[in-house]
């Protein structure tokens, strides 16, 4: 299980978050799309890829699980797309500092808190121990929902800020985006507008 620590219930988050049944509504608008639901895969695929003991299916599955024990807040007026990869992006990013901070010896068997008396497992036991805490992120996080906020309702500005977070830009971005260049430019200078707003001394490379 990844050990990502939850957001702070009653955590004013800037933003307002979907009901229960709401988030169910979104979920499975999401995940019934054939097309949404392999981009999903792909973006899980990616993030997990490189952290030791964790695929893409798992960062998935336990992005869902967050999601529906309302660990995780979902974001009103945010794209389907954009709200879970922002999830997985947080659980994959905090087991890969996990992994760097304790990296995994496999000769170490990791103990749990049941103990098997008959266990044949011969290797020594060693108990991890986390000192993240939910305030960790706080900061990067209120920087986050204020830039979702930025362009929340836009759907074009909201998947071309998912592109761009994972690095793409110009025709790289376009291409895995499908749009053509035209409609690339013109969502590129509206969010360029959008961030402007929110930071003036922002300097564009």
Known sequence: ?????????????????????????????????????????????????????????????????????????????????????????????????????????????????????????TRRKVHGASTLTPEDDLSGKEQLAAVYAAVAGDEELELLLMVWADRLRGDEAAKELDWDKKKYEAARKRLNRRLDALDPDRRLK
Do not use: C
Request: hydrophobic letters at 40%; aromatic letters at 4%.
């Open 1 to 121: 299980m990844i050990e990502e620590p939850d957001e702070p219930l009653g955590q004013d988050t800037g933003y307002e978050r979907l009901q229960a049944e709401d988030v169910d509504k979104e979920i499975r608008a999401l995940l019934g799309s054939p097309a949404d639901f392999v981009r999903l895969r792909s973006i899980a695929s990616t993030l997990a890829a490189g952290v030791t003991g964790l695929t893409g299916d798992d960062l998935l599955n336990e992005a869902v699980v967050r999601f529906y024990e309302g660990r995780r807040a979902w974001p009103r007026g945010v794209h389907p797309l954009v709200v879970f990869k922002s999830a997985m992006h947080s659980l994959a990013s905090d087991m890969r500092k996990r992994n760097v901070l304790n990296p995994v010896d496999e000769t170490v068997a990791l103990a749990t808190a049941e103990v098997d008396e008959d266990s044949t497992d």
